[in-house]
Protein backbone atom coordinates (compact mmCIF):
# COMPACT_ATOMS: atom_id res chain seq x y z
CA UNK A 1 0.00 0.00 0.00
CA UNK A 2 1.38 3.29 -1.41
CA UNK A 3 0.64 6.39 1.14
CA UNK A 4 0.61 9.79 -0.41
CA UNK A 5 0.43 13.58 1.57
CA UNK A 6 -0.94 16.39 -0.52
CA UNK A 7 -0.46 19.87 1.07
CA UNK A 8 -1.92 22.11 -0.38
CA UNK A 9 -0.82 26.29 0.38
CA UNK A 10 -3.15 28.23 -2.36
CA UNK A 11 -6.28 29.57 -2.44
CA UNK A 12 -9.07 27.47 -4.17
CA UNK A 13 -9.02 30.02 -6.50
CA UNK A 14 -7.20 32.52 -8.64
CA UNK A 15 -4.09 30.50 -8.90
CA UNK A 16 -4.26 26.67 -10.52
CA UNK A 17 -1.81 25.33 -7.85
CA UNK A 18 -4.88 23.91 -5.05
CA UNK A 19 -6.90 22.55 -8.37
CA UNK A 20 -3.78 20.79 -10.10
CA UNK A 21 -2.78 19.21 -6.77
CA UNK A 22 -6.61 18.26 -6.41
CA UNK A 23 -6.68 16.93 -9.53
CA UNK A 24 -3.64 14.73 -9.16
CA UNK A 25 -5.18 13.53 -5.27
CA UNK A 26 -8.03 12.68 -6.98
CA UNK A 27 -6.99 10.37 -9.53
CA UNK A 28 -4.31 8.86 -7.74
CA UNK A 29 -7.25 8.06 -4.60
CA UNK A 30 -8.86 5.83 -7.50
CA UNK A 31 -5.99 3.86 -7.80
CA UNK A 32 -6.07 0.26 -6.15
CA UNK A 33 -3.42 0.34 -2.97
CA UNK A 34 -3.06 3.88 -2.95
CA UNK A 35 -3.78 6.06 0.74
CA UNK A 36 -4.36 9.67 0.14
CA UNK A 37 -4.22 12.67 2.50
CA UNK A 38 -4.99 16.11 2.00
CA UNK A 39 -3.67 18.40 4.29
CA UNK A 40 -4.64 22.42 3.41
CA UNK A 41 -2.55 25.33 5.03
CA UNK A 42 -2.67 28.71 4.28
CA UNK A 43 -5.35 30.37 1.92
CA UNK A 44 -5.64 26.77 1.24
CA UNK A 45 -7.89 26.26 3.87
CA UNK A 46 -10.68 28.12 2.24
CA UNK A 47 -11.14 24.98 -0.61
CA UNK A 48 -12.85 23.25 2.10
CA UNK A 49 -15.73 25.84 1.93
CA UNK A 50 -18.84 24.29 2.10
CA UNK A 51 -21.34 26.09 -0.47
CA UNK A 52 -19.10 27.17 -3.22
CA UNK A 53 -20.70 28.10 -6.41
CA UNK A 54 -18.98 28.63 -9.61
CA UNK A 55 -20.02 29.39 -12.92
CA UNK A 56 -20.83 26.28 -15.50
CA UNK A 57 -17.92 24.40 -16.60
CA UNK A 58 -15.86 26.11 -13.89
CA UNK A 59 -13.95 23.60 -11.70
CA UNK A 60 -15.04 22.86 -7.69
CA UNK A 61 -12.70 22.48 -5.45
CA UNK A 62 -15.76 21.34 -2.82
CA UNK A 63 -16.09 18.76 -5.52
CA UNK A 64 -12.87 17.89 -5.91
CA UNK A 65 -12.02 17.76 -2.42
CA UNK A 66 -15.22 15.20 -2.38
CA UNK A 67 -13.37 12.81 -4.97
CA UNK A 68 -10.94 12.09 -2.38
CA UNK A 69 -13.39 11.59 0.17
CA UNK A 70 -15.35 8.86 -1.41
CA UNK A 71 -12.40 6.96 -2.29
CA UNK A 72 -11.31 6.64 1.45
CA UNK A 73 -8.90 9.84 1.69
CA UNK A 74 -8.53 11.86 4.52
CA UNK A 75 -8.68 15.79 4.36
CA UNK A 76 -6.97 18.09 6.74
CA UNK A 77 -7.64 21.60 6.96
CA UNK A 78 -5.48 23.72 9.55
CA UNK A 79 -7.09 25.23 12.47
CA UNK A 80 -5.12 28.11 12.80
CA UNK A 81 -5.44 28.91 9.34
CA UNK A 82 -9.43 28.55 9.36
CA UNK A 83 -9.47 31.05 12.16
CA UNK A 84 -7.31 33.48 10.46
CA UNK A 85 -9.59 33.40 7.58
CA UNK A 86 -13.19 33.31 9.75
CA UNK A 87 -14.06 29.65 8.58
CA UNK A 88 -15.92 27.45 11.31
CA UNK A 89 -15.66 24.20 11.44
CA UNK A 90 -19.44 23.78 10.91
CA UNK A 91 -18.60 25.62 7.52
CA UNK A 92 -16.46 22.93 6.13
CA UNK A 93 -17.36 20.58 3.23
CA UNK A 94 -18.79 16.80 3.70
CA UNK A 95 -15.85 14.73 4.55
CA UNK A 96 -13.24 17.71 5.38
CA UNK A 97 -12.05 18.01 9.43
CA UNK A 98 -9.96 20.47 11.18
CA UNK A 99 -6.77 19.90 12.17
CA UNK A 100 -3.69 20.98 13.61
CA UNK A 101 -0.04 21.47 13.11
CA UNK A 102 0.61 17.85 15.65
CA UNK A 103 -1.50 15.75 13.12
CA UNK A 104 0.14 16.94 9.94
CA UNK A 105 3.45 16.03 11.85
CA UNK A 106 1.95 12.40 12.33
CA UNK A 107 0.67 12.50 8.50
CA UNK A 108 3.82 13.13 7.36
CA UNK A 109 5.34 10.83 9.71
CA UNK A 110 2.62 8.25 8.05
CA UNK A 111 3.15 9.17 4.30
CA UNK A 112 5.38 7.13 1.82
CA UNK A 113 5.54 10.29 -0.43
CA UNK A 114 4.58 13.99 0.78
CA UNK A 115 3.59 16.61 -2.65
CA UNK A 116 3.70 20.08 -1.64
CA UNK A 117 1.88 22.50 -4.23
Same mark, same amino acid.
Given at each position: ??????????????????? *???????????????????????????????????? *???? *?????????? *????????????????????????????????????????????????
Amino acid at each position: MSKTLFILNDPPYGTERSY *NGLRLAGSLAKQEEQQVRVFLLGDAASCAKAGQQTP *NGYY *NLERMLRAVT *NKKGEIGVCGTCMDARGIAPDELAEGAMRSTLDELTEWTIWADKILVF
